[in-house]
């Protein structure tokens, strides 16, 4: 299992890459956030367990049409930035409420998207963003294991939105419940593929 560290909590003071949400004091490394340790014998970071999301160029989010001018599209994405969205590169009318999936384009003067498809009909569920990587897994594995065992369609936003449709929501929400109470455990995904199974 992975440590628990906490804002200027004393790490180490051995010579090491910095990763993110450290820093160095006196040549003696502090940790700059809630999260997770992650050291080896020459690296060290810490993954926030909280915190907005903070967008990166190609993530895909999943966003809300707040509001609408004679041009374009206000989005919400859970960011610090809103995002704007031009009209003219739109085949079809957006509504104000619409889920939209897309690609974070560039984060320069505010956040512009492209790739925007949007969402039919479904639920959604907001989680922090930092604990989106575990609901994925590696290569996935997370995410397929909730799809096969719920009978779930799942689209998820790098922000932090869960959209899915599912034959066994309650089951889902569980399972995703789970995961982000326990993202700090080892073995995660067989924990709840186990789980899962137990349920069917």
Known sequence: MRKIVYPGEFLTDQRKRLGANIYLESNKVYSLALGLLVESNDFISVIPL??????????GVIGVIKSENANGYIIDISSVYESYFPKSLLTKKLNIGDLIYARVKSTDDGLSLDNINILPKGNVMSISSKKVPRIIGKNESMLNILKKYTSSNIVIGKNGRIWYISKKEKLLEKAISIIIKNSQKSKLTDFVENYLKSKL
């Not at 909280?50 to 993530?59: K, S, V």
């Open 50 to 59: 909280n915190g907005p999301y903070l967008a990166n160029i190609g993530d």
